[in-house]
């Protein structure tokens, strides 16, 4: 296997973070490794961020959640075992074994964390050690690593911890519930062939990921296979907490096995006109199960499946043509093609969901797929790019499948729909950066425009009574005709001196549906600042 397949020109990116040593010409973190993941999100221009548990916040792009965005780690798929979003994709890797983050913003909207690899032939042995405090909850960061490099062999392995007590608000007083703690284990080699917002705590998260890679360079392309396992484990419960009314606990399980194969090369030879293509082949199944079950006082215990057991299998082929058309001007072409194919596979959970839907079978197929198209054009030390696209998504299992998921943000429970449509969307976006003093001071100005078409949204229904003690009703998920969502951001970076950075960035964005009501989430939005609530044991 060769140490790298796929050169810098050919990674259609909007914006790349860099958080450890390698990977020098792109945007690099002020933040070192020990910061949290969170903070290095933060950085992304076109990224807010959702704080649901105590350790993890949830990456919101262009103001659209999780659903709407491929989360993945070295680009493995996986998937949350938590219904209700507190164990986030990005809190099961640590700032200690992350190379970079990269963002895609658009239709395509993607989110991939690479892990650091020390790779082949680099410096024999390197170790660090890594310590930070923060005096709020005392929060203590303690990290190890080592690596090891030769001309046919290398290894990356380590450890990083974090703990927290309580936080301290306002006024000196403790807010219970909201410590945590996290331990991150992390071990990769080479070799050369020839939140806080919840009512509950959170007892574990825990996350396996492992891969095996095959690397191939040919002359002027590459071919990358990777075949991946994940099990992610997530368990609420809140049997520790006083005066609780009913005591719940709340267990999910995600199961991911797949493998893509990305092919890369270069063509044009001589000519002034050069193409970067990739052609990329993807296959993941992947298994979702929560339950919970309910203690009310001096009663019998109450259980239902809240993810029925839902088995996904996904395939498809993806196209990316970069084209270089002189120095100053390039187009980027990508469009993808995927099917999959969704059985519900728990008994229980299927017939409380037939009780809603009685016409729903236990599986179900959609086709989806992407096309967009970009230029750009530099000069002077300013660059302008403008784009088109349009793609279509298969609900998620929440949205399809749910079953009494309760959402602290509107304090709502929610149940899906299996007959939802799939949810496509027109794209329009532009920007231009400009900078000046030599380069020192930079404005970036993003706008963009989703026209959306049978947008999925959780709906009132009156007709039925809540599940979760305190919620205000029950939501259906239902396609609505058409929907919104506008975006117009301003960010503008100053670099004072070598050591001395300054950022800042603000954003307005516009969210209508059907009847013109305002969609969730949209408004004015400025930097995000922590919502420290929640955890586990009372301080």
């Known amino acids: 296997m060769s140490d790298t397949v796929v050169p810098d020109k050919v990674q259609n990116l909007?914006?790349?973070?860099?958080?450890?040593?390698?990977?020098?010409?792109?945007?690099?973190?002020?933040?070192?490794?020990?910061?949290?993941?969170?903070?290095?999100?933060?950085?992304?221009?076109?990224?807010?961020?959702?704080?649901?548990?105590?350790?993890?916040?949830?990456?919101?792009?262009?103001?659209?959640?999780?659903?709407?965005?491929?989360?993945?780690?070295?680009?493995?798929?996986?998937?949350?075992?938590?219904?209700?979003?507190?164990?986030?994709?990005?809190?099961?890797?640590?700032?200690?074994?992350?190379q970079s983050i990269s963002l895609n913003s658009g239709l395509d909207g993607s989110l991939d964390l690479k892990l650091r690899k020390i790779g082949f032939e680099a410096n024999p042995r390197q170790i660090n050690l890594s310590a930070g405090h923060e005096w709020n909850g005392h929060l203590q960061v303690y990290g190890a690593d080592a690596a090891?490099?030769?001309?046919?062999?290398?290894?990356?392995t380590g450890v990083f911890s974090r703990a927290a007590d309580c936080y301290q608000v306002g006024g000196g007083q403790l807010l219970n519930y909201s410590q945590f703690s996290k331990v991150n284990l992390f071990a990769n080699a080479g070799v050369r062939l020839g939140y806080p917002a919840l009512n509950m705590d959170v007892s574990k998260a825990q996350g396996f990921i492992t891969s095996l890679s095959y690397k191939h360079r040919f002359s002027g392309a590459g071919w990358e296979t990777k075949a991946y396992y994940n099990h992610i484990i997530h368990i609420m419960d809140d049997t520790t907490r006083p005066d609780v009314a009913i005591h719940m606990d709340m267990p999910g399980d995600s199961w991911t096995t797949g493998l893509y194969s990305l092919l890369t090369t270069s063509l044009g030879g001589e000519s002034r006109v050069q193409h970067d293509v990739a052609v990329n082949y993807d296959l993941y199944y992947n298994r979702l199960f929560a339950d919970m079950t309910m203690y009310p006082g001096g009663a019998a215990p109450m259980y239902m499946v809240t993810w029925p057991d839902v088995g996904t299998l996904n395939t498809g082929l993806a196209l990316t043509d970069n084209v270089s058309i002189d120095e100053r001007q390039s187009l980027r072409l990508s469009g993808?093609?995927?099917?999959?194919?969704?059985?519900?596979?728990?008994?229980?959970?299927?017939?409380?969901?037939?009780?809603?839907?009685?016409?729903?079978?236990?599986?179900?197929?959609?086709?989806?797929?992407?096309?967009?198209?970009?230029?750009?054009?530099?000069?002077?030390?300013?660059?302008?790019?403008?784009?088109?696209?349009?793609?279509s998504r298969a609900p998620t299992v929440t949205e399809a499948y749910g079953y009494y998921l309760n959402n602290t943000f509107d304090q709502y429970d929610y149940i899906g729909n299996p007959h939802l449509k799939n949810e496509s969307a027109f794209e329009l976006n532009a920007n231009s950066q400009f900078s000046i003093l030599n380069s020192q001071f930079s404005i970036l100005i993003d706008a963009n425009v989703f026209l959306f078409k049978d947008y999925i949204i959780g709906r009132l229904d009156d007709r039925l009574s809540a599940m979760t003690v305190?919620?205000?009703?029950?939501?259906?998920?239902?396609?609505?005709?058409?929907?919104?969502?506008?975006?117009?951001?301003?960010?503008?970076?100053?670099?004072?001196?070598?050591?001395?950075?300054?950022?800042?960035?603000?954003s307005y964005s516009l969210g209508r549906d059907d009847e013109d009501n305002p969609l969730p989430g949209t408004g004015v939005q400025l930097p995000s600042s922590p919502d420290q609530s929640g955890g586990q044991r009372q301080c």
Request: charged share 20%; with cysteine; net charge neutral.
């Open 148 to 156: 090891f490099s030769g001309r046919r062999a290398y290894l990356n």
């Open 470 to 506: 305190g919620a205000e009703g029950v939501k259906v998920y239902r396609n609505l005709d058409h929907a919104t969502i506008a975006n117009l951001s301003l960010t503008a970076d100053w670099q004072l001196t070598e050591r001395l950075a300054w950022s800042g960035k603000v």
């Open 336 to 391: 993808k093609l995927a099917w999959q194919q969704q059985r519900l596979n728990n008994e229980e959970g299927y017939s409380g969901q037939k009780v809603f839907f009685p016409l729903m079978t236990d599986s179900y197929h959609q086709t989806t797929g992407r096309i967009a198209a970009s230029y750009q054009f530099s000069i002077f030390n300013s660059q302008f790019s403008i784009g088109t696209g349009w793609g």
């Open 14 to 98: 909007d914006e790349v973070v860099i958080v450890s040593d390698e990977g020098r010409g792109r945007k690099r973190s002020v933040k070192g490794q020990v910061a949290s993941i969170d903070e290095h999100l933060g950085e992304l221009r076109n990224v807010n961020l959702v704080r649901r548990g105590s350790y993890a916040w949830e990456p919101v792009v262009n103001n659209m959640q999780t659903e709407r965005l491929s989360t993945t780690i070295d680009g493995m798929k996986i998937f949350y075992a938590c219904t209700d979003k507190m164990d986030p994709v990005t809190s099961y890797v640590e700032s200690g074994n992350l």
